[in-house]
C-alpha cells in the first residue's frame, strides 16, 4: 500500500515563475491538507482540499492556489514566487469521513524542497 | 503566540542518555500527535495519543489532557534518533493541525 506520494522531490525556480506541485495520498483517503515548512521552522497549514474543494485556508496570500482531482490527488500552485516561497512543501491525506478520530490522523509525504533564486 | 510550543529547541545528548521533550498547546483537542522529521524532509508519525501513555520500543509519550501538556521520551538514545521531533495538535474546531516548531535532537556517539 504506497503511502502519501510528492512529486517533484525537488524543484529549483527563479523569482516571478509559476510553480506546480503535486500530491497523491495514501490509498482510501479522501481529504489532503498542504503545508509550507520553512527552515528551522514548523509546518505551517496552508489549505486542505475534500471533495475537490478547498475546505479550510491559513494565513497565505492568493498566489498559492491548489486543485483536487476527483481520485483524490492533489496540486499546489503558487504564481509570482518570492524568494521567501523557498521551503519544504508536504502534503498531508486523511480520511474524512468514517471513524470519530478518522480525520485526526495525518500521513505525511516526504515533501517537495522548492528553491527560488 | 503559538497553539502548540515546544521545549527544548536544540538538544544533544551522548549515546545511551535519556530524553525527554515537552510540548504545551492552548487549544482544545481531541489527540495529539509525535512527529520525527530526518534530514531530507520526509515526516514520520510516531504517536498519536489521546490520554495516558504509549510506548513503542524505546519511544515513550504521555500526554496530560487537562494540564495541555505532552511529553516525549527517549530512552537508551542512540545516534540514529538524531531528527526533529515535532509536537502536532489537530484542533476541536476546524480541519488544519498545529505544529509546534520542533526540537532538533543530536545523539552523539
Known amino acids: 500500500d504506497a503511502g502519501v506520494t510528492q512529486s517533484p522531490t525537488h524543484l529549483i525556480k527563479t523569482r516571478g515563475q509559476q510553480v506546480t506541485l503535486r500530491c497523491s495520498p495514501k490509498s482510501g483517503h479522501d481529504t489532503v491538507s498542504w503545508y509550507q515548512q520553512a527552515l528551522g521552522q514548523g509546518p505551517q497549514f496552508i489549505f486542505q482540499?475534500?471533495?475537490?474543494?478547498?475546505?479550510q485556508r491559513g494565513n497565505f496570500p492568493d498566489r498559492f492556489s491548489g486543485h483536487q482531482f476527483p481520485n483524490y490527488s492533489s496540486e499546489l500552485n503558487v504564481n509570482a514566487l518570492l524568494l521567501g516561497d523557498s521551503a519544504l512543501y508536504l502534503c498531508a491525506s486523511s480520511l474524512t469521513s468514517g471513524r470519530y478520530l478518522a480525520k485526526n490522523i495525518q500521513y505525511f509525504g516526504a515533501g517537495t524542497r522548492l528553491s527560488v533564486l | 503566540k503559538n497553539e502548540v510550543e515546544q521545549s527544548p529547541q536544540n538538544l544533544t545528548a551522548q549515546e545511551g542518555e535519556f530524553i525527554t521533550i515537552n510540548c504545551s498547546y492552548s487549544v482544545g483537542i481531541s489527540a495529539l500527535h509525535w512527529l520525527q522529521q530526518h534530514p531530507g524532509g520526509g515526516i514520520v508519525s510516531l504517536f498519536m495519543l489521546s490520554s495516558g501513555k504509549k510506548k513503542h520500543g524505546r519511544l515513550i509519550a504521555t500526554i496530560n489532557i487537562q494540564e495541555k501538556h505532552s511529553s516525549l521520551h527517549i530512552t537508551a538514545s542512540h545516534p540514529r534518533d538524531s531528527a526533529v521531533y515535532i509536537c502536532?495538535?489537530?484542533?476541536?474546531?476546524?480541519?488544519?493541525?498545529?505544529f509546534g516548531t520542533g526540537t532538533s535532537l543530536t545523539v552523539i556517539p
Open positions: 502536532a495538535v489537530p484542533p476541536n474546531t476546524g480541519n488544519q493541525f498545529y
Open positions: 482540499y475534500y471533495e475537490e474543494e478547498e475546505r
